[in-house]
């Protein structure tokens, strides 16, 4: 089992960018997933979390950025996209997304070294001016 993310890249402020993260050997049926933003001397963020207990409908976190993203899924539920728009400089970092399974979630992420939580190699975003 595995999460890719993919679309990262070079963008500049004011751009919009949709990132994904495809799954392999689960769904998003059978897990909870989030995307997270980790910045070099920062703690790692949470940005957003979806559900399928809450038909697949995405739910912020970070106040930064919850009136910027949409987070959606393909009809499989295999791969879940961040759609973030008028990115800012300080949008910039390590995209990640994670997943687990949603009979061990409670509501609230776990440590990032949680066993229990797959997290995928990340996709690197940069914004300029």
């Known amino acids: 089992v595995q999460l890719v993310e993919s679309g990262g890249g070079a963008a500049h402020v004011g751009d919009s960018l949709r990132l994904s993260c495809t799954a392999s050997?689960?769904?998003?049926?059978?897990?909870?997933a989030g995307w997270f933003r980790q910045v070099p001397g920062k703690k790692r963020e949470g940005l957003a979390v979806?559900?399928?207990?809450?038909?697949?409908?995405?739910?912020a976190y970070s106040e930064t950025v919850a009136d910027r993203i949409h987070v959606s899924t393909d009809d499989a539920h295999t791969t879940m996209y961040l759609h973030m728009m008028a990115l800012k400089p300080e949008d910039a970092g390590e995209y990640l997304c994670?997943?687990?399974?949603?009979?061990?979630?409670?509501?609230?992420?776990?440590?990032?070294?949680?066993?229990?939580?797959?997290w995928g190699t990340g996709t690197r975003v940069t914004v300029s001016r």
């Open positions: 979806l559900s399928r207990s809450d038909g697949h409908r995405f739910h």
């Open positions: 994670a997943a687990m399974d949603k009979n061990n979630f409670n509501g609230e992420w776990p440590d990032p070294s949680n066993p229990l939580v797959l």
């Open positions: 050997g689960f769904t998003f049926d059978t897990h909870v």
